[in-house]
Nanobody
Framework: QVQLVESGGGLVQAGGSLRLSCAAS????????MGWFRQAPGKEREFVSA????????YYADSVNGRFSISRDNAKNTVYLQMNSLKPEDTAVYYC????????????????WGQGTQVTVSS
């Protein structure tokens, strides 16, 4: 079992930055690849970014590539999402998840999820 708790969301103006954190507890965090997803009202939950267990491999959705950066600190059992140049369309609830099997880009490949943190970007 893995418990995930996100933090760092909030209200920011367009062009601003936020850093999300996801603290993990339970089974060995460093053995999991981790992902970030987001869900806007009325929309499907979508992939944002993922990072391999060692942090050596990272993956991004086209919509955030070049603006967002994922990282992890296995000593702290934490994964981060640095979000820069935020846009109103980035407004969503952001979830972190632990990868189980399959494509990093598919939400069905993740079996543990946090409760989410709200990010609101004003224009």
């Amino acid at each position: 079992q893995v418990q995930l708790v996100e933090s760092g969301g909030g209200l920011v103006q367009a062009g601003g930055s936020l850093r999300l954190s996801c603290a993990a507890s339970g089974r060995t965090f460093s053995s999991y690849a981790m992902g970030w997803f987001r869900q806007a009202p009325g929309k499907e939950r979508e992939f944002v970014s993922a990072i391999g267990w060692s942090g050596g491999s990272t993956y991004y959705a086209d919509s955030v590539n070049g603006r967002f950066s994922i990282s992890r600190d296995n000593a702290k059992n934490t994964v981060y999402l640095q979000m820069n140049s935020l846009k109103p369309e980035d407004t969503a609830v952001y979830y972190c998840a632990a990868h189980y099997s399959g494509s990093y880009y598919e939400k069905t490949s993740y079996n543990y999820w946090g409760q989410g943190t709200q990010v609101t970007v004003s224009s």
